[in-house]
């Protein structure tokens, strides 16, 4: 089995630390705005979407927020199953690629400081030049570069864009529902807990 993970708020839970750079962010633009209400969006779309449907500053506001984020990363955790996860897929013979709007770099770097690089075959990020999720691009590479059967082969994320865009490279799905949002999602599998990926 091949396994393709979207990495803030699959494999890591990095919202907190998002929602606190957002919240600081708008707060900066003296753009009053309810934390839940924003947590909603970018979970339901994304902070690029938001960014587009709430016509805020552009590139200001984004850049603005990175600079937040990225003075908060070193808080970014895995989820506590993580790693036991994806120690056990890959056990079983199992690869796993991350698929982030997240750079490389940054990604490598906190898989390194948390023990799990070696568990992972490559990571494709928003500086790979492959159009953002839910276009199939960056899955599609992974199938070819790997020679990878779509049939056996998984992408897990969070978020309905994740799952259109395994949809849309003709792979398995699996939405992993935290938040029970009660969106129309049309996913292979649903689960609720990363340890039911085992």
């Known amino acids: 089995m091949n396994y393709i993970w ?3 708020g699959t494999l890591y839970d990095t919202y907190p630390m998002m929602i606190k750079a957002l919240m600081k962010t708008f707060a900066e633009f003296s753009l009053p705005q309810e934390e839940a209400k924003v947590y ?8 690029h979407q938001m960014i587009i449907d709430w016509q805020l500053p552009v590139p200001t506001f984004d850049e603005t927020y990175h600079l937040y984020e990225a003075r908060n990363m070193n808080q970014s955790l895995p989820f506590k199953e993580t790693k036991e996860v994806l ?7 199992g690869q796993h690629f991350i698929l982030t709007h997240r750079q490389i770099a940054a ?18 990020g928003s500086d790979s030049a492959f159009p953002r999720k839910p276009d199939p691009a960056a ?7 790997y020679q990878l059967d779509r049939e056996q082969t998984f992408m897990i994320g969070d978020r309905k864009l994740d799952i259109e865009a395994g949809n849309n490279a003709k792979t398995k799905t699996v ?13 292979t599998y649903r689960i609720n807990n990363l340890k039911e990926m085992l």
């Open 6 to 8: 979207d990495f803030d």
């Open 175 to 187: 939405f992993y529902d935290l938040d029970h949002f009660k969106q129309d999602i049309n996913a």
């Open 139 to 145: 899955i599609n590479y992974f199938i070819e570069k």
């Open 87 to 93: 120690t056990g897929l890959k056990a079983n013979g």
């Open 107 to 124: 990604t490598w770097k906190l898989l390194e400081r948390d023990g799990l690089d070696s568990l992972i075959t490559e990571v494709v």
């Open 40 to 47: 909603r969006k970018i979970k339901e779309d994304s902070i």
